[in-house]
Each structure stands twice: as structure tokens, then as C-alpha cells.
């Protein structure tokens, strides 16, 4: 469904992306792990063209991306931190999001916004709303469009536990709809009834690719946390840098 | 297009600083018309407004706006837009709305006291200028991503074209004296857009005759049906040159 | 006073004239013993009145060359078909009264004219239409003539093939009074003309100059008004000049002026009124004259002074909105200015005598600059120009230190 070939992107000197290759399809659930800087949002932000890479191609349905900009008309985008226009209410937002999205046939999934209780406060300002609204907004606008792909960088992050809740319920649903979802998140535990499939990104690169049920056979860990911390350590002690812990 | 345009505009306008802004321009044209003596002098006082506000203002807001919609083009650059419509929606959204800002600030009131083709030149080079520093500024604030410094690159760019330019001409002038300078001279006004309307509006006031005085070749140029659809032709090229940049530039941009 | 003299003995030869002659009186009409303008004028002799009747008269080369009385009832037209000079007069005390003349010849070897006056003294010509003519009246080594209340317009295209309305060559002592002249190649035209009185005449829109004179000394020209010709008004080469009270309009253009003086020595400008002019005063090699109690206002240049230009004064006058007061191409200036209104002076007047209490310095920077480097105009109300001009305001370094007014008047002059 989607593919990357060779992507590589430097700001400046520093390699973010280093010739990374990978195929991700549908039905999938993919949690892109990695240490802070390791070009998860880098590559999530490739894949949404919000950043250009210096070569390499990203492959949509078989159509290169670069050449037609509709294929984002299937993501649904949650970014870690939501940046909004601050004179915009939460109904001019979700107003100018229908509008942009042509198809006025699709009835917009507006499931989270009532969970959340966002109908609530419709009118405020984006301005006045605190961290974890701001989430619960970028959220809802994510899953408004039904769309194939979801792309959530930190998803719980900043939201309350209940909210949270609620988001894992919708992704769960979603993603038996067959869906394609890519999640980057730090707190693993979360992810246990998740994923199906395990990226750990370092320096740029993919250092593997997994589905869970190899890694958890690997390792002999229930729990993704642990097989992770697992894996980690064995590779760690092979890079003699012990020092590093995992949580 | 039009969708982007329509919440770039609407954003514009809740920002109260083009509302001051036009209130700014309607009370100078107004004061200048009933303070000086004629209407002539008026139209000379608004000149200046026309040649050194307007861009001055143009310039550092569209900047400034640019700046301050980082999380807006962040924001739709991740939908399904072209990158190209979300920028063109941005300059047209600036354009339009401070034009409409020049033509009820200027336009109105050169309409009531002085409604001739002087007028009209006037109006019309301001709107122009508006246009081009809008283009211009979009370029700007593509040139870095530290609001301060971008900021600083608008005012030293209006500097340039409002003074520095014409300090290089003169420079020239006084440096090549002995040549004969005023095809070069042609040439060089069109290589800034604030010169280029000056002598656009000088030559459409009682002016015109002074200055094919000395300067044959100003008259025989610029007062020719042709010289005057050139001149605008150039400020045209003033709008879409840097634009045509600053949207390459932005087409690259990583958010 | 000079002028009162002329004046007085034109009266009393007239006078006199007309007491000795017995006239008798001609009738030239269809309806008349003379069908022709031509019989009618061959049969008068000395002291005859010749009237013609209304009609068109398709004659020319005729000659009044005798003191005859000619008048024209309702405009008769004599129309000269293109062919020659219409009416030559050649007689002293001969008068040309109430006629239309259309159509003389045209020719670049020959000055054709509508009514020519040739070696005559005291001839009148009065009340005549002139429409069409290259040269419409044309004075040749005449004197003590007067051309009167004539209505002059042709329709000059270019400066070779077209003449001047009021052509004086080599004559003295007219008086050329309320004529209304258009569309020639010079409104009034003289060359070695003296003594003569130039009053009430109005030249526009002719394709050069509205008037044009050289060495033509001692001439006066007072009330008349200049108004939108090609180049303004130019006059060369002469001493003694008066101008009192004329208007120089609308002369707006490349090469225009309100009146270029060159050469021009010892006269009097005074009360005139300049606006819309691009240059309203431009001397070049002007000595010794006075420029007083005039009005500048809405001009170009007020005026333009060349470094040749010495000893001249420039007092009481008044300059008001326009675009440069006082231009010059030289450093050292010569010439007095004292007294003027200048609508640009932003001095004080402490002690409240009307007088400025700091000088006042008409030529500004970018003026100089203009004059030395011409394509300076693109710089025109540019900011770098306004500055520049505020900063040598305060530190004088390049325009002429001396061309000041120290006693800049405080309100315009009452004229």
C-alpha cells in the first residue's frame, strides 16, 4: 500500500532518513519505535510530503506521490504537536477541513468529536484550548474522513487517561476495518493490543522489522515492552553500550 | 483555491491590523486633501504616501503574516492540497485584502477631490505596489525560518527599494556624467518597481513637461501609449517573478 | 512719455490730413458702378473713402498706393485663392478698415501675405479678419503704423511653410494694440522693429512662439497675454526692453517657455504673471534688467538663471507653488535677490517686520544637479531627493553660497 525506496533527507549536515526502504499494507498496524531524533517524524512527515526528501521515492496505491498530491486524501494525519491557526473556533477548523475535502458524499466520522465532548466548546477559539483538547481535536480531524491510511505520531500523549481509552477504542475499530495504521509511541504497554508489526528506527535507519508474533516468539516475552527491553539489550551488548536502559 | 482563499481572507480580516491600516490610509488622504491648499498639492503629498507607506506597510505585514501562519500552512500542508494552491491562497488572500485596504484608504478619496487620470495613475500604481510587495514579501520570508531575521530582510529590502536604489542611481549618474545616460536610465527604472510607478504618476501630473525638459527620452518613453502599457507590463513582472520564486522555494520547503 | 509723443503726433497728422483733402466717396458691390475691388481702389484718388459691400471678392494682388480710406460693410471677404500677396499697401496714411482677407499665397521662396505694408508711414489697419494667410499682416521699413483690433488665425502646421501673424521687419514706432492672434507660426513677429508700443493683444496657441522679437530696442509690450504656444514666448538680442503687466500662460513643454530672455539687457520685467509655464523665466547672457513685483506661481522652473547672466535684480516678486524657484548652471551668481515672497521659505521673523529673519536659498540642491546632469529627473520626488535637499539646506556645500535672498518677505506681496 504504501512504499518507501531509498529515502534519504539531511537538514544540513545531519542525516534524518538514510536510504530507507520499506512496504507497509493494508490491515497492518505498525508501531514505529525508536530513541528521540531517530527520524520517526521525519519519515511520517515524508510520507505526508509535509517534508521533501533529497532522493528516493514514496510509492501510494502504485502511484509516486510526488507527482499527484490526492493521495493524501486517504490519510488521516495526527501530529504529535497540533498547530492550529489560533483566530480559528474548533467549528471553522472542521468547517475548512470539510471544505477542503471536495467529496461532499462522505459523511464525516464525527464519532470522536462527540466522545470527546468537543461539540461541546465548538465555538472556542484554538487559541484558548489546552494541550490535551488541542490532541483531542487533531484526533477527531485524523479519523474525520474515514480514510485508508492513519498516521498518529504520540496519540496519547497529553491526553487524559479516559480520553485516551477512547482513542485506542477507535483505533482498535478502525483498524479491524482493515485499515493501515502507523503509530509512534513511547509508552509501549499501550501498543500491546495494537500491533501487528514492529519498526525500530536509529540514526535514520531501520535497525528492524518485525511482526509481533516473531518478536514475541524470539524473545519469549508476553509483553511488547519486555520484548523489546529484550531485543534491545542483546543488541545493545553486541554495540557494547550497556549503559543505555530501556523503560 | 477558492476555499483557502476564502479562510486566509477571513483570518485577514479578524486581524485587526489591516482594519488600522485602511483607517490609517483614510484619515492621511483625507487630511492631506483638506489641509493643503489644492488638490494638485494634495495628490503630491499623496504621493509619498503611495511610494513609501504603502510598500513600507505591504512588506513587513505580509511577512509578519507568513510567520505567524506557520502552524496554518503546516496544518494544510498535510491535507489533500496542491502546495502551489496553499501558497497562491496566501498571496492572493494578502493581495486582496490589503488592495481593498488601499482602494477605501486611497481610492475613496482621490475618487471624491481628485477623480481625473491622475488619479487614476495614482490609484492604480499603489494598487500595484501593494501587489508587488505582498510577492516580494512572500519571498522574504522564505529566506529564513527565524521571524526576526525575516522580518529585518523585509525592512532592508524596503530600504533598498525606497532608498538605496535610487542613492546607486544618482552614484551612476554622477560616475558616468559624460555618457549619454537616459536609455540607461529607462532601463534601470524598471528595475525597481517604486520608480517604475513614480515616474508613471509624475508623468501623468503637470510634471510630465519638466521632465521631457532635460529628459527627452523619459517623455517620448513613458508618456507613449506604449511606454505606459511597458511600464505596467514591468510592474507585472514585478508581482510575478518574485512569486514564481517564492513559490519554487516554498514547492522544496520541509515543515 | 516717448510713447504720449508718437501717440500725440499720429493724432494731429491724421488731423491734418483730413482738413486739407476734398474726399469724395466709392462704392465697390455687385449692385455698384466698381463690381471689383481692384477698379474701385484704381479709381479713388488721395483723400477718398473706398466702401465695399458684403461679399466675396475673389481677388488678389491688389495695392492701396495712395492715402485712400478703405472700408468694408459687414466683413466683405477678399480671398486671395492661394495666389500671392492679397493686398499690398504702400501709401502713407493709407487705412485698411472691416475686411475678411482668407487664402494668400504659400511658398517657401516668398513671404506671401494677407495685408503687406511696404515702406509706409502712417498707415492704419483696423477691425480686418485675417483667416488663412501665411503671413497675415506684414510691416516692412515702415513706421508711425498702427495694426488695431484685428482677428488673426490661420492653421499653422509646420515652422517652414507657415508665416507670423504680426510680421514687423525694419519699422518703427507702431502701435500694436487688441489684436487677437492663433495659429500661426509666431504670434507677433519682430525684427529691428523700434520704438513701439506692443498693448492688449492676445497671442495663443500659435505653433511657436506667441511673441518672438530681436534687436528691437526700445519696444514696450504692456497687458498682453501669452497663452499655450508651442515654445512660449522668446526674445533675443535687444537693450531697453519694457514688460509690464503681461500674462505668459500654459506653456507647458519640452523646449517651452514663458519667455526665454537671451541678450537681453537694461529692460524692465515687472508685474507680470507667469503660471503653468515648464520654464517661466529662462536668461541666458540677460544683463542689467529688473524683475519686480511679478507673480510665479505653479511653474516648473520660476526661473532659470544661466551663469552668463549678470547684475541683474530680483525684487518683490512672488513665488508660489512652484517646482523649482531659481535653477542655475553656475557657481558664482552675479545677481541681486531681495524682497520676494518665497512660498518655500521656512525661516522666522523674530521682530515681526515681515521680513524673514534668516536668508532664503531659492536654488535646491537637486536643482544644481538637475542642471549639471540632466537624466537626474528620474530621481524626481524620490526620497534620496528630499533628503539630500534637507541636508544641504542645513550645510550648504554645492549650490551657489551667494544666490540668496536675505530679506525673504514673511506673506505673498500685495500686487
Known amino acids: 500500500m504504501i512504499e518507501l525506496k531509498n529515502i534519504s533527507k539531511k537538514f544540513g549536515k545531519l542525516t534524518v532518513l538514510n536510504s530507507v526502504s520499506t512496504r507497509f499494507e493494508e490491515g497492518e498496524c505498525i508501531a514505529l519505535l525508536g530513541p528521540n531524533g531517530c527520524g520517526k517524524t521525519t519519515m511520517i512527515k515524508t510520507i505526508l510530503g509535509m517534508v521533501v526528501p533529497d532522493s528516493g521515492s514514496i510509492i501510494f496505491e502504485g502511484r509516486e506521490v510526488n507527482k499527484d498530491w490526492r493521495y493524501r486524501e486517504d490519510i488521516g494525519y495526527m501530529p504529535q504537536i497540533g498547530r492550529y491557526p489560533e483566530n480559528m473556533t474548533i467549528s471553522h477548523l472542521i468547517q475548512m477541513m470539510k471544505d477542503i475535502r471536495k467529496d461532499e458524499s462522505v459523511i464525516p466520522d464525527e464519532e470522536l468529536i462527540r466522545s470527546f465532548g468537543l461539540n461541546e466548546i465548538i465555538h472556542k477559539k484554538m487559541r484558548t484550548l489546552s494541550g490535551g483538547t488541542t490532541q483531542k481535536v487533531s484526533a477527531a480531524l485524523a479519523f474525520m474522513f474515514h480514510p485508508k491510511v492513519l498516521i498518529l505520531d504520540e496519540p496519547t500523549a497529553g491526553l487524559d487517561p479516559i480520553a485516551s481509552l477512547k482513542l485506542k477504542e477507535k483505533i482498535i475499530k478502525e483498524k479491524e476495518k482493515g485499515k493501515l495504521i502507523l503509530i509512534t509511541s513511547h509508552i509501549l504497554s499501550e501498543l500491546d493490543d495494537l500491533v501487528t508489526k514492529i519498526v525500530y528506527m536509529n540514526d535514520g535507519r531501520f535497525l528492524f522489522e518485525k511482526p509481533i508474533e516473531d518478536l514475541k516468539e524470539e524473545t519469549g516475552e508476553e509483553k511488547l515492552s519486555r520484548a523489546i527491553a529484550r531485543i534491545m539489550q542483546s543488541r545493545l551488548t553486541q554495540f557494547t553500550q550497556p549503559q543505555i536502559q530501556l523503560a | 483555491?477558492?476555499?483557502?482563499?476564502?479562510?486566509?481572507?477571513?483570518?485577514?480580516?479578524?486581524?485587526?491590523?489591516?482594519?488600522?491600516?485602511?483607517?490609517?490610509?483614510?484619515?492621511?488622504?483625507?487630511?492631506?486633501?483638506?489641509?493643503?491648499?489644492?488638490?494638485?498639492?494634495?495628490?503630491?503629498?499623496?504621493?509619498?504616501?503611495?511610494?513609501?507607506?504603502?510598500?513600507?506597510?505591504?512588506?513587513?505585514?505580509?511577512?509578519?503574516?507568513?510567520?505567524?501562519?506557520?502552524?496554518?500552512?503546516?496544518?494544510?500542508?498535510?491535507?489533500?492540497?496542491?502546495?502551489?494552491?496553499?501558497?497562491?491562497?496566501?498571496?492572493?488572500?494578502?493581495?486582496?485584502?490589503?488592495?481593498?485596504?488601499?482602494?477605501?484608504?486611497?481610492?475613496?478619496?482621490?475618487?471624491?477631490?481628485?477623480?481625473?487620470?491622475?488619479?487614476?495613475?495614482?490609484?492604480?500604481?499603489?494598487?500595484?505596489?501593494?501587489?508587488?510587495?505582498?510577492?516580494?514579501?512572500?519571498?522574504?520570508?522564505?529566506?529564513?525560518?527565524?521571524?526576526?531575521?525575516?522580518?529585518?530582510?523585509?525592512?532592508?529590502?524596503?530600504?533598498?527599494f525606497a532608498l538605496i536604489f535610487d542613492a546607486i542611481v544618482l552614484f551612476l549618474l554622477f560616475q558616468f556624467q559624460d555618457y549619454p545616460l537616459e536609455n540607461a536610465m529607462v532601463v534601470m527604472s524598471f528595475l525597481n518597481p517604486i520608480d517604475l510607478s513614480r515616474i508613471q504618476i509624475l508623468l501623468q501630473m503637470d510634471i510630465s513637461a519638466l521632465m521631457g525638459y532635460t529628459g527627452a527620452v523619459f517623455q517620448e518613453f513613458f508618456g507613449s501609449l506604449n511606454g505606459i502599457v511597458i511600464s505596467f507590463a514591468g510592474l507585472i513582472l514585478w508581482i510575478f517573478i518574485p512569486l514564481f520564486f517564492s513559490l519554487r522555494r516554498f514547492a522544496k520547503k520541509d515543515l | 512719455?516717448?510713447?504720449?509723443?508718437?501717440?500725440?503726433?499720429?493724432?494731429?497728422?491724421?488731423?491734418?490730413?483730413?482738413?486739407?483733402?476734398?474726399?469724395?466717396?466709392?462704392?465697390?458691390?455687385?449692385?455698384?458702378?466698381?463690381?471689383?475691388?481692384?477698379?474701385?481702389?484704381?479709381?479713388?484718388?488721395?483723400?477718398?473713402?473706398?466702401?465695399?459691400?458684403?461679399?466675396?471678392?475673389?481677388?488678389?494682388?491688389?495695392?492701396?498706393?495712395?492715402?485712400?480710406?478703405?472700408?468694408?460693410?459687414?466683413?466683405?471677404?477678399?480671398?486671395?485663392?492661394?495666389?500671392?500677396?492679397?493686398?499690398?499697401?504702400?501709401?502713407?496714411?493709407?487705412?485698411?478698415?472691416?475686411?475678411?482677407?482668407?487664402?494668400?499665397?504659400?511658398?517657401?521662396?516668398?513671404?506671401?501675405?494677407?495685408?503687406?505694408?511696404?515702406?509706409?508711414?502712417?498707415?492704419?489697419?483696423?477691425?480686418?479678419?485675417?483667416?488663412?494667410?501665411?503671413?497675415?499682416?506684414?510691416?516692412?521699413?515702415?513706421?508711425?503704423?498702427?495694426?488695431?483690433?484685428?482677428?488673426?488665425?490661420?492653421?499653422?502646421?509646420?515652422?517652414?511653410?507657415?508665416?507670423?501673424?504680426?510680421?514687423?521687419?525694419?519699422?518703427?514706432?507702431?502701435?500694436?494694440?487688441?489684436?487677437?492672434?492663433?495659429?500661426?507660426?509666431?504670434?507677433?513677429?519682430?525684427?529691428?522693429?523700434?520704438?513701439?508700443?506692443?498693448?492688449?493683444?492676445?497671442?495663443?496657441?500659435?505653433?511657436?512662439?506667441?511673441?518672438?522679437?530681436?534687436?528691437?530696442?526700445?519696444?514696450?509690450?504692456?497687458?498682453?497675454?501669452?497663452?499655450?504656444?508651442?515654445?512660449?514666448?522668446?526674445?533675443?538680442?535687444?537693450?531697453?526692453?519694457?514688460?509690464?503687466?503681461?500674462?505668459?500662460?500654459?506653456?507647458?513643454?519640452?523646449?517651452?517657455?514663458?519667455?526665454?530672455?537671451?541678450?537681453?539687457?537694461?529692460?524692465?520685467?515687472?508685474?507680470?504673471?507667469?503660471?503653468?509655464?515648464?520654464?517661466?523665466?529662462?536668461?541666458?547672457?540677460?544683463?542689467r534688467t529688473k524683475f519686480f513685483k511679478n507673480s510665479f506661481i505653479d511653474n516648473g522652473y520660476a526661473m532659470r538663471v544661466s551663469a552668463s547672466s549678470m547684475d541683474n535684480e530680483v525684487y518683490e516678486n512672488n513665488f508660489i507653488k512652484n517646482t523649482f524657484d531659481v535653477a542655475t548652471n553656475g557657481t558664482l551668481v552675479l545677481n541681486k535677490f531681495y524682497r520676494n515672497y518665497w512660498d518655500k521659505y521656512d525661516g522666522y521673523d523674530l521682530n515681526r517686520d515681515g521680513i524673514g529673519d534668516i536668508p532664503y536659498r531659492p536654488v535646491s540642491l537637486y536643482s544644481t544637479i538637475v542642471e549639471s546632469n540632466p537624466s537626474a529627473l528620474m530621481l524626481f520626488r524620490s526620497i534620496i531627493v528630499s533628503l539630500l535637499d534637507k541636508t544641504e539646506k542645513l550645510i550648504p556645500g554645492i549650490t551657489p553660497e551667494n544666490l540668496k535672498d536675505d530679506q525673504p518677505c514673511i506673506k505673498p506681496i500685495k500686487l
Open chain 2, 1 to 160: 483555491m477558492k476555499k483557502i482563499l476564502k479562510y486566509v481572507i477571513a483570518d485577514i480580516i479578524q486581524n485587526k491590523i489591516v482594519i488600522i491600516y485602511t483607517l490609517l490610509l483614510l484619515t492621511i488622504s483625507f487630511s492631506v486633501f483638506s489641509l493643503e491648499s489644492s488638490a494638485a498639492k494634495g495628490m503630491a503629498s499623496l504621493l509619498n504616501l503611495v511610494l513609501l507607506i504603502v510598500p513600507l506597510i505591504c512588506i513587513i505585514f505580509s511577512t509578519i503574516y507568513i510567520y505567524n501562519s506557520a502552524e496554518f500552512i503546516e496544518l494544510l500542508v498535510s491535507q489533500p492540497l496542491k502546495r502551489k494552491t496553499l501558497w497562491l491562497s496566501l498571496f492572493g488572500g494578502l493581495a486582496s485584502s490589503l488592495s481593498i485596504a488601499f482602494l477605501i484608504g486611497v481610492g475613496v478619496p482621490v475618487l471624491i477631490y481628485h477623480a481625473d487620470l491622475t488619479g487614476l495613475v495614482l490609484v492604480l500604481s499603489g494598487l500595484f505596489l501593494t501587489i508587488v510587495f505582498v510577492s516580494i514579501a512572500l519571498w522574504a520570508a522564505g529566506m529564513t525560518r527565524d521571524k526576526a531575521k525575516g522580518i529585518g530582510w523585509a525592512i532592508a529590502l524596503w530600504l533598498f
Open chain 3, 1 to 287: 512719455m516717448k510713447i504720449l509723443i508718437v501717440y500725440i503726433t499720429l493724432l494731429l497728422s491724421g488731423l491734418f490730413y483730413a482738413g486739407i483733402v476734398s474726399a469724395k466717396n466709392i462704392y465697390v458691390g455687385k449692385q455698384r458702378a466698381y463690381k471689383t475691388i481692384k477698379a474701385g481702389l484704381q479709381a479713388a484718388v488721395r483723400g477718398d473713402t473706398v466702401f465695399v459691400d458684403k461679399g466675396i471678392y475673389q481677388e488678389s494682388g491688389l495695392e492701396i498706393d495712395k492715402s485712400i480710406y478703405v472700408k468694408g460693410n459687414g466683413y466683405p471677404v477678399i480671398d486671395g485663392q492661394k495666389k500671392g500677396t492679397v493686398i499690398t499697401i504702400h501709401a502713407d496714411g493709407a487705412v485698411l478698415d472691416g475686411f475678411k482677407i482668407i487664402n494668400s499665397g504659400n511658398s517657401e521662396q516668398t513671404d506671401y501675405a494677407g495685408v503687406l505694408i511696404v515702406d509706409s508711414y502712417n498707415v492704419i489697419v483696423k477691425n480686418n479678419q485675417l483667416v488663412d494667410n501665411q503671413f497675415s499682416i506684414y510691416s516692412q521699413h515702415s513706421r508711425n503704423c498702427r495694426i488695431l483690433d484685428n482677428v488673426i488665425h490661420s492653421n499653422a502646421q509646420d515652422e517652414v511653410l507657415s508665416g507670423n501673424g504680426i510680421h514687423c521687419w525694419r519699422s518703427d514706432s507702431l502701435l500694436i494694440i487688441g489684436n487677437n492672434i492663433s495659429g500661426q507660426r509666431d504670434g507677433i513677429y519682430f525684427e529691428f522693429v523700434t520704438n513701439s508700443l506692443v498693448w492688449r493683444n492676445i497671442s495663443h496657441n500659435n505653433l511657436r512662439y506667441g511673441i518672438h522679437f530681436m534687436f528691437s530696442h526700445h519696444d514696450t509690450y504692456i497687458s498682453n497675454v501669452f497663452e499655450k504656444n508651442g515654445s512660449g514666448v522668446a526674445v533675443m538680442f535687444t537693450h531697453h526692453v519694457q514688460m509690464y503687466n503681461n500674462f505668459f500662460l500654459d506653456n507647458w513643454g519640452g523646449a517651452a517657455y514663458g519667455i526665454l530672455l537671451k541678450e537681453i539687457t537694461d529692460s524692465y520685467i515687472s508685474g507680470n504673471h507667469f503660471s503653468h509655464n515648464t520654464t517661466a523665466i529662462e536668461m541666458e547672457g540677460c544683463n
